[in-house]
């Protein structure tokens, strides 16, 4: 109730006011739903680790820890499980991809944020993003009969072999541009307009605001980009299956084949494999260290983007 006398100020009756929010109907339910989905997501990595640790312990059984983290030799038919030559093939293949992917993608992603006009960002965008929708095994047959053909063009039939680690690490690189470019693009685009605006009236010319300000600015989500890109091409299956190779090889020659740890899941997961077999047993130790450095990522990722982001913001 407000009252008005003469001049004096006027008596507000603050309870008459109500702050108090009522719940909708339903909405418990729906809060409820939402939490059930977030549980569901946290309760599957717990149950699919429970499953790697609890068969890898019986593969731990039989083989030392010693031997399989630093053995040079993975052959499971002598009975010799030492991962390097998994890991090499896998880092190798990673590292070719993201040579590609990191700079076209952050070339791109420059372009699509500072240059383009919303007409052509309308249209580059999605032509861009249709090379994530494309299966990945049509990316391995593509690195096997057109890159593995274009490599042994160049640098001769002796010297690159049929199945090679580049054809596969530069398919990757294909099929992670979109990821990257996408991520890095949404980054550029969140800087604020005034870092620009203030860059312009200093004198600086557009690309040196693109690289000097909106970059640096943007370095947390780039990172991010960067990292998850890492993750999708380490976890990578299909490429490297078909075209990478089929048989452990310790080598740092790229056009040499080599089998990578997922090639190698999917080779003998695909066979006659007699159940708690040691090489049975093998897959989940494998499949637990990609967890493993997959979680080793993700925290470096997270680490990376609270420290920049306490700088820029």
Known sequence: MVSVKGNTKPDINFKTFSLTRHPRPGEGIIQGFLFFCAALSILTTIGILYVLLKESLLFFKHVRIIEFVFGTKWQP???SFGILPLVSATLM???IAMIIAIPLGLSVAIYLSEYATPKTRNY???TLEVLAGIPTVVYGFFALTFITSVLRGIFGNNLVDIYNTSSAGIAM????LPLISSMSEDALSAVPRSLR???YALGATKLETAVKVVVPAAISGLA???ILGISRAIGETMIVALAAGAGPNLTLNPFKGAETMTGYIVRISGGDLSYDSIDYNSIFAIGLVLF???????????RIVHHFR????
């Open 77 to 79: 038919m002598i009975e």
């Open 197 to 199: 605006e203030a860059a």
């Open 93 to 95: 293949t990673t590292t």
């Open 173 to 176: 690189g294909i099929l992670i």
């Open 224 to 226: 991010a980009a960067f």
């Open 310 to 313: 306490e700088v820029y913001e």
């Open 292 to 302: 493993l450095i997959t979680l080793v990522l993700n925290i470096i990722s997270q």
């Open 124 to 126: 580059l965008k999605p």
